[in-house]
T-cell receptor, first 117, second 114 residues
Framework: AQKVTQAQTEISVVEKEDVTLDCVYETRDTTYYLFWYKQPPSGELVFLIRRNSFDEQNEISGRYSWNFQKSTSSFNFTITASQVVDSAVYFCALSGERNTGFQKLVFGTGTRLLVSP | EPEVTQTPSHQVTQMGQEVILRCVPISNHLYFYWYRQILGQKVEFLVSFYNNEISEKSEIFDDQFSVERPDGSNFTLKIRSTKLEDSAMYFC????????????FGSGTRLTVV
């Protein structure tokens, strides 16, 4: 079965600190997709990134970066120079071929990030 | 930026009543989904829908639930005879193809059953 583990329940940092959110996944599929979503206090799910299993290149988007390592089944997310507006719950998610052609996303339990001024 | 639109944003209903949650997926998307998030918990898959039929459903999606695409734009989730434990945020999502390109969630409907 597919599984996503976000071991960090809550992280508190002070503004401008760097923070890394961990995501470890389990799947027997050779082709799969990994996602990160942000859920601010208003409740919506904001898409951050989608990465397929064949692309292990790290990605950077502004203050956000992602480290995908198949060898350790991890897809970690780093926010550089955190800001108060980054305060939210962050979810890692996985979809694989066995789930009717990738249609179902399996989410982790989320990491609540609190950034204080 | 194309959006998935959900209405209403918040619905309060009496236990035992039927509710219909509405979604307008992104217009060129072919796959549609409903997810549920009980307060403070993770997001859980309910059902996926393609070509006017359910393609997969979770164990949560029992006979109390049904989905429908009544016209070319709307996608609805009906919950019959609501229970207190149905209180949750319900998210609609859509994607363009089988590789989950453009997998986009709506802003959710918060359902409160009293």
């Amino acid at each position: 079965a597919q599984k996503v583990t976000q071991a960090q329940t809550e992280i508190s940092v002070v503004e401008k600190e760097d923070v890394t959110l961990d995501c470890v996944y389990e799947t027997r599929d050779t082709t799969y997709y990994l996602f990160w979503y942000k859920q601010p206090p208003s409740g919506e799910l904001v898409f951050l990134i989608r990465r397929n299993s064949f692309d292990e290149q790290n990605e950077i988007s502004g203050r956000y970066s992602w480290n995908f390592q198949k060898s350790t089944s991890s897809f970690n997310f780093t926010i550089t120079a955190s800001q108060v507006v980054d305060s939210a719950v962050y979810f890692c998610a996985l979809s694989g071929e066995r789930n009717t052609g990738f249609q179902k996303l399996v989410f982790g339990t989320g990491t609540r990030l609190l950034v204080s001024p | 930026e194309p959006e998935v639109t959900q209405t209403p944003s918040h619905q309060v209903t009496q236990m035992g009543q039927e509710v219909i949650l509405r979604c307008v997926p992104i217009s060129n998307h072919l796959y549609f989904y409903w997810y549920r998030q009980i307060l403070g918990q993770k997001v859980e898959f309910l059902v996926s829908f393609y070509n006017n039929e359910i393609s997969e459903k979770s164990e949560i999606f029992d006979d109390q639930f049904s989905v429908e695409r009544p016209d070319g734009s709307n996608f609805t989730l009906k919950i019959r005879s609501t229970k207190l434990e149905d209180s949750a945020m319900y998210f609609c999502a859509s994607s363009e193809d089988t590789t989950n390109y453009g997998y986009t969630f709506g802003s959710g409907t918060r359902l409160t059953v009293v």
